[in-house]
C-alpha cells in the first residue's frame, strides 16, 4: 500500500471513530460530543454540555460523566499510534474534583512522539510499561474543573517481539 493510500486510510478510521463515538449510547445520554480526532491519531478534542441527563444534585456535572467524557482516549489514540504489535488497556485511573462544572466543558488529548518513542524503548524487551497520562477538564472559560490521571498498560505483543528477536 502507498504512504498515501495508508494515509488516507487512517483518516478513514479517525473519521469512523469520531463518527461511532458520538453515537455510542452513554455519550449521547450524557452529552458528550467528540470534536476532533487528528488523521494522526495525536490528538483529539472532546466536549460536553451540561443537561439533564448528567447534571448531579446540586446542578453540576456529575463526576462520573467527567470521568466518562475522558475514560477511552489516551488507550484509544495509544492503539491507533503504536500499531496492532502493542497491547494497551486502562490500568488505573484517579480523578481531582477541583471546581464544579456549570457549563460546557472540553479536554483535549495530544499524543507527543517523545512519549511513543519512550513506549517503545521501554517494551522493546518485552517487559511492560505503565506510562500516566493527564488530562484537564476546562470550562469554556478555561477554568480547571478536573484533573484526570490515566494509567495504561503497554506490552509489545510475543508475537512482534519474536519477529525482532529473529532479525
Known amino acids: 500500500m502507498s504512504e498515501a493510500a495508508r494515509a488516507k486510510a487512517q483518516a478513514r478510521r479517525a473519521t469512523w ?8 449510547p452513554p455519550y449521547l445520554g450524557a452529552g458528550v460530543r467528540v470534536r476532533h480526532i487528528s488523521q494522526d491519531f495525536r490528538q483529539a478534542h472532546v466536549s460536553m454540555g451540561l443537561n439533564r441527563l448528567n447534571r448531579n444534585y446540586v446542578g453540576t456535572h456529575f463526576g462520573g460523566s467527567l470521568y466518562s467524557m475522558v ?7 495509544l ?3 503504536l500499531g496492532r504489535d502493542y497491547f494497551v488497556w486502562d490500568k488505573a485511573a484517579y480523578i481531582d474534583f477541583v471546581a464544579p462544572g456549570k457549563g460546557r466543558v472540553h479536554a483535549h488529548f495530544k ?3 517523545a512519549l511513543l518513542d519512550d ?5 522493546a524487551d518485552g517487559d511492560k ?3 500516566e497520562l493527564e488530562v484537564q477538564v476546562v470550562d469554556d472559560d478555561g477554568a480547571l474543573v478536573a484533573r484526570i490521571m490515566k494509567t495504561l498498560y503497554v506490552r509489545q505483543k510475543p508475537k512482534a517481539r519474536n519477529a525482532q528477536e529473529a532479525v
Open 17 to 24: 471513530l469520531r463518527w461511532g463515538l458520538n453515537i455510542y
Open 71 to 77: 475514560d477511552p482516549f489516551y488507550m484509544l489514540l
Open 79 to 81: 492503539m491507533e499510534c
Open 111 to 113: 499524543i507527543e512522539q
Open 119 to 123: 513506549i517503545r524503548a521501554r517494551t
Open 129 to 131: 510499561y505503565l506510562p
